[in-house]
């Protein structure tokens, strides 16, 4: 069976689209049934700079998951919250060098 140059290419195309379309679908999950974010995704939704998440998430005042390297934050939760202004801000533990040096002058 001989086949031409163009119909080689058409039936090459055909088959990569084919296995494309087999594949893609399953590994793109839509927006709407995502069930986590990501830092840049909240940092997005709440008009912030993603380092300030990070912080966030390291210091506690926002729920975060570990998945090896990756940080993640429940939908449910982050939707709950309508701003970083609602993320409850935890007791300070320290004492500024000021605070220090006023309470020894007491």
């Not at 080689?8 to 839509?30: F, R, S």
């Not at 927006?31 to 506690?60: L, N, S």
Request: glycine share 4%; hydrophobic share 35%.
């Amino acid at each position: 069976m001989l086949v031409d140059t163009e119909d080689l290419k058409e039936m090459i195309h055909e088959a990569v689209v084919d296995a494309v379309n087999e594949c893609l679908p399953a590994a793109i999950i839509p927006e709407d049934e995502k069930k986590y974010y990501t830092i840049r995704e909240v940092a997005r939704k709440w008009g912030v700079c993603h380092q300030t998440i990070w912080r966030y998430a390291k210091e506690g005042r926002i729920k975060s998951a570990k998945v090896g390297r990756l940080v993640r934050f429940d939908k449910a939760y982050i939707d709950s919250l309508k701003s970083l202004g609602e993320v409850k801000t935890p007791g300070r533990t320290y004492i500024t060098k000021a605070e220090r040096n006023i309470r020894q002058r007491r």
